[in-house]
């Protein structure tokens, strides 16, 4: 480390400026004499061993306390202006050096001992062990420090065993319970819970063709009662009907031959609309208040478009007609209870449209649209059946409770 001193002075300075007083006294008192190790005739090294000992201490002591007068700087190039013949100390290593105003060593004297020296590094265990005769790269010298495993000790004595306890004798058999009435059935236990029909109609609801729901309170039905359900005393069970939307049909096409009336040639409906789902559900332990909301969708509309052409003098060759347009898809039907979506269910697609000639030499009706889909389902919600809807139908919910 380097430090550089700009007339400031700490006590290790100060005994450094009055190492260069010793040095000043010295030439003063020997200023004819010129030392054989030095080209300056104040080098406090009197007897030019290279150490600042005791004995050239003794040359310094009858000069102390002397008044001092840096004469002999006059002895530097005139050209060198010393305006502040201590302008600049600097202590590097253990050298303490005496700088111009422009930065250049004007003298310097070595200070050893003020701070201990930095040792050279030794070698690592690694060196050492090449050093050993042993022969391999890092990864063989890490293997060689753990060494190999010791031989197996002998067995200790087993434990002694301890008294096996005694089987207690088995106790006398009780008496058999006398039998249970008889439970009620299922048909029964459909009737308690409010449903009113025979066993026939019973089955046929375990089937789906009908509701096997509570209906203790009543029924719910989004048709005539609207889109909202507000349950007003706590329900341990309630069933709930859903229903999506149905798509819309294809359009139609007609071909008739000139001047006819009918479509002689060619009378293709276009495709069916998909048909609407029908989602049976179980809802449980309802509290007063909670509510259940219907977000209906609209039956998709049908593309109501009739085409209607002649053939050529060629008859069915090149002629292309059509298709018709496609079908309205429905939109989708969702199922609230407090405002959180507990079922969703996509509407049917829309038919696509007749044509004549679109699929080859030939009248052909429009394809069917995708039925509609069970898309969302809340994981406490039971979902007992499923099935298709004939009829065209838009979203529906009936609650029986």
């Given at each position: 480390m380097t430090i550089l001193l700009n007339k400031v002075f700490s006590p290790f300075v100060v005994l450094s400026v009055m190492l260069l007083s010793l040095v000043s006294n010295v030439a003063l008192a020997q200023v004819d004499e010129v030392y054989p190790c030095s080209n300056l005739p104040y080098n406090p090294d009197v007897d030019c061993n290279g150490l600042i000992n005791f004995e050239?201490?003794?040359?310094?002591?009858?000069?102390?306390?002397?008044?001092?007068t840096p004469d002999l700087l006059e002895l530097l190039d005139e050209d060198i202006d010393v305006t502040n013949e201590l302008q600049w100390l600097l202590l590097s290593n253990d050298t303490l050096y005496l700088l111009l105003p422009d930065s250049s060593v004007y003298n310097s004297v070595f200070?050893?001992?003020?701070?201990?020296?930095d040792g050279s590094d030794g070698l690592s265990a690694f060196e050492l062990w090449l050093e050993a005769g042993n022969?391999?790269?890092?990864?063989?010298?890490?293997?060689?420090?753990?060494?190999?495993?010791?031989?197996?000790?002998?067995?200790g004595p087993a434990g002694e065993t301890g008294p096996a306890g005694e089987t207690g004798p088995a106790g006398e058999a009780g008496p058999a319970g006398e039998d249970g009435d008889d439970g009620l059935s299922a048909y029964e236990i459909w009737l308690e819970l409010g449903n009113v029909g025979t066993q026939e109609e019973f089955l046929a609801a375990l089937?789906?063709?009908?509701?096997?729901?509570?209906?203790?309170?009543?029924?719910?039905?989004?048709?005539?009662?609207g889109t909202l359900f507000s349950v007003t005393d706590a329900i341990s069970v309630l069933s709930i009907e859903v229903w999506g939307a149905s798509g819309g049909a294809g359009g139609?096409?007609?071909?008739?031959?000139?001047?006819?009336?009918?479509?002689?040639?060619?009378?293709?409906?276009?495709?069916?609309?998909?048909?609407?789902?029908?989602?049976?559900?179980?809802?449980?332990n309802l509290a007063s208040g909670d509510i259940v909301e219907l977000v209906p969708a609209d039956q998709g509309g049908d593309s109501g478009e009739l085409i209607t052409c002649t053939p050529g003098f060629n008859?069915?060759?090149?002629?292309?007609?059509?298709p018709a347009?496609?079908?309205?898809?429905?939109?989708?039907?969702?199922?609230?209870?407090?405002?959180?979506?507990?079922?969703?269910?996509?509407?049917?697609?829309?038919?696509?449209?007749?044509?004549?000639?679109?699929?080859?030499d030939g009248c052909f009706n429009g394809d069917p649209g995708p039925n509609g889909q069970l898309s969302l389902s809340a994981p406490w919600m039971t979902i007992l059946n499923t099935e298709t809807i004939d009829e065209d139908t838009g979203s529906r919910v009936i609650i029986r409770y």
């Open positions: 050239d201490l003794i040359n310094f002591l009858p000069l102390f306390g002397e008044a001092f200070i050893g001992g003020a701070d201990g020296l022969n391999g790269d890092l990864a063989a010298f890490l293997t060689s420090l753990t060494g190999e495993d010791g031989s197996i000790g002998p067995a089937s789906g063709g009908g509701s096997f729901a509570p209906s203790v309170h009543g029924v719910f039905d989004s048709q005539t009662d139609d096409i007609c071909g008739q031959t000139s001047g006819a009336s009918s479509c002689n040639l060619c009378n293709a409906a276009g495709g069916q609309g998909g048909r609407a789902l029908k989602v049976m559900s179980m809802v449980y008859g069915w060759n090149d002629w292309n007609c059509g347009s496609i079908g309205d898809a429905a939109g989708t039907t969702q199922l609230l209870l407090n405002g959180e979506v507990i079922a969703e269910i996509n509407g049917g697609g829309g038919g696509t449209g007749a044509c004549i000639g679109c699929q080859g």
